[in-house]
Nanobody, 119 residues
Framework: QVRLVESGGGLVQPGESLRLSCEAS????????MGWYRQFSRPQRELVAA???????AYHDSVKGRFTISRDNSKNTMTLQMNSLEPEDTAVYYC?????????????WGQGTQVTVSP
């Protein structure tokens, strides 16, 4: 059983920062990539940022230059530093992992963490 727990969300004003954390626990091993997603009012989740096991990163165009993803392979944790937040960043943020090496398994979604950016 693999469990993902997100934390660090909250209510901030435009221009402020938040730091989200994700911890993967349970029978998770050989994590390939890790990613942060967000969900607005529509059902689909949007990939915000991703990081490979080698540390290569990719970002959604809307967050480039503002968000930074990082990971600690020894602890199976990941963070998302979000600066210069905008009201359009308001969403529930989730993390997920691609693990088990060549089997490329995805973990069950966690509960997410709410980020609200409002004056």
């Amino acid at each position: 059983q693999v469990r993902l727990v997100e934390s660090g969300g909250g209510l901030v004003q435009p221009g402020e920062s938040l730091r989200l954390s994700c911890e993967a626990s349970g029978t998770v091993f050989n994590i390939n990539s890790m990613g942060w997603y967000r969900q607005f009012s529509r059902p689909q989740r949007e990939l915000v940022a991703a990081i490979t096991s080698e540390g290569r990163t990719a970002y959604h165009d809307s967050v480039k230059g503002r968000f930074t993803i990082s990971r600690d392979n020894s602890k199976n944790t990941m963070t998302l530093q979000m600066n210069s937040l905008e009201p359009e960043d308001t969403a529930v943020y989730y993390c997920n992992v691609d693990y088990a090496g060549d089997r490329h398994l995805a973990a069950p979604w966690g509960q997410g963490t709410q980020v609200t950016v409002s004056p």
